[in-house]
């Protein structure tokens, strides 16, 4: 994939800003991430910045350090992208793996929709598979990654009515022709080179006794049908200082284990985590996670994690979105995201989508397939469908217009990030990492625990 500054493309204004360092300092209210969103979207919204099909990237000033991907003599930052408004399919974490920045979460959902959902999220275009032990979903998921390996998207949901699949098609012909793939493989081994299979491990699974580890993401490996995994992910921090520093050590180590020359394990991340457990990875010398994922929305941005993660080169990513719009959600907030929503004539949750994507977060949507509603909602949270669905119909227009249409402006931006109440995990009742008892009343949240 070709990679291009952003700096190509902005104007001499804008540019003065990024090189200047003018106005890019964090603010009690924005920080520095906001301050370039804010500044792409402004100057893709009035025209001065184009829209690219390259790779374009704003990145952060600190931890710079070399890339042999980018070429000689270049200097990459050690953080991860803040993309061009459009936001291309894929991000470059620390590490520089590519990460599809959107893909799809099985929290919560039935063991009996499982492999529907996943055939119907592959087929339209997305390669960013978000699973975990507790979600005890893999066997079924792991059918659908064979069919697809094996026989490609089109061999996938084949159940579907015409219309649905026609939706599918075509978000995954948008978000093909935002890719440019670099491999030289051809069929299952391209397949599965563009699969990013992300697995996270329980409190549970984790040990002070790395062989447990071990034992658990090679069960995990071979109850899928792969030979190595992209992520693998501490999925809370709820257990002890000693035993998340072990657990993690082994995973890197793991690193080091090769099954036909690939390392089995790819990148680490961790989920839910705070300043605490954050700080306590690099005082321990070990190297830093590639991903941190969040209960993370416009009704709680976890700032200060963030910030850090920002700093630290470690990309950040939004958790399934539930019960946002429930009994036990801000009613009020969601209301007012619901009439921007309406206004672009989008789902609350592809708005959630675009909104991450213009944070330059990754998200994780999530469906059941219970109704027709429910499948196409697989299909609009893909990355090609938050641009060529509205009112849930293919787009009659031009990409690029569909594309102008589906940006949320500055002011809608600022709407939005003015939502943050910093709303728990407690008051949701999310039980994503943990259990119902591990919940401590309605202020509690995983990321303050440790």
Not at 158 to 164: A, C, G
Not at 295 to 320: T, Y
Not at 338 to 361: C, E, M, N, P
Request: aromatic share 6%; net charge neutral; charged share 20%.
């Amino acid at each position: 994939m070709t990679i291009v500054h952003l700096t190509t493309f902005l104007p001499l204004s804008l540019l003065m800003v990024l090189q200047c360092g003018m106005s890019l300092s964090p603010s009690p209210e924005i920080g520095r991430r906001d301050v370039l969103a804010g500044a792409v979207a402004a100057a893709c919204v009035t025209g001065s910045l184009e829209p690219s099909n390259a790779y374009c990237s704003l990145y952060s000033s600190s931890n710079v350090i070399g890339n042999s991907d980018v070429g000689t003599g270049m200097q990459e930052p050690n953080i991860h992208t803040i993309q061009s408004i459009v936001n291309p399919p894929l991000i470059l974490d620390p590490t520089s793996l590519g990460i599809p920045r959107v893909g799809y979460s099985f929290y919560k959902t039935p063991k009996e929709m499982v492999e529907r959902c996943a055939a119907i999220a592959l087929r339209s275009g997305v390669t960013h598979l978000d699973l975990a032990t507790q979600y005890q979903s893999n066997a079924e998921i792991g059918k659908a990654i064979r069919t697809y390996l094996k026989d490609g998207r089109k061999k996938l949901a084949l159940e579907e009515n015409t219309e649905l699949l026609e939706l599918m098609d075509a978000s995954f012909r948008y978000q093909a022709s935002r890719t440019q793939s670099k491999s030289k493989k051809r069929g299952s081994e391209q397949r599965r080179e563009e699969l990013f299979i992300s697995h996270k491990l329980s409190n549970e699974e984790q040990s002070t006794n790395p062989e447990n580890i071990q034992k658990a993401v090679f069960e995990t490996m071979d109850t899928l049908g792969v030979d190595y995994l992209d992520m693998v992910s501490i999925h809370s921090p709820l257990t002890n200082s000693e035993t998340r520093l072990a657990t993690y050590q082994a995973l890197v180590n793991l690193q080091e284990i090769k099954r036909k020359s690939s390392p089995i394990i790819r990148s680490i991340g961790v989920c839910n985590y705070g300043l605490g457990p954050l700080k306590e990875i690099k005082s321990a010398g070990l190297p830093l996670p590639a991903v941190n994922q969040l209960e993370l929305s416009p009704f709680n941005g976890h700032r200060d994690v963030v910030e850090w993660c920002d700093q630290n080169g470690v990309s950040v990513s939004c958790a399934a979105w539930s019960r946002l719009s429930g009994k036990f959600g801000p009613s009020e907030q969601w209301n007012t995201l619901s009439r921007i929503a309406d206004q672009k004539g989008v789902t609350k949750a592809q708005l959630l989508v675009r909104w991450s994507l213009q944070k330059g977060y990754i998200c994780l949507p999530r469906s059941g397939i219970g109704s027709t509603a429910e499948r196409l909602a697989i299909v609009e949270n893909s990355y090609g469908g938050g641009v060529v669905i509205k009112n849930g119909k293919l787009t009659t227009t031009s990409d690029s217009v569909a594309e102008e249409s589906a940006i949320l402006t500055p002011e809608e931006m600022k709407i939005l990030d003015q939502l943050d109440v910093k709303y728990k995990a407690g008051k949701l009742g999310r039980t994503d990492g943990w259990n119902e008892s591990d919940i401590k009343g309605a202020n509690w949240d995983p990321t303050e625990v440790a």
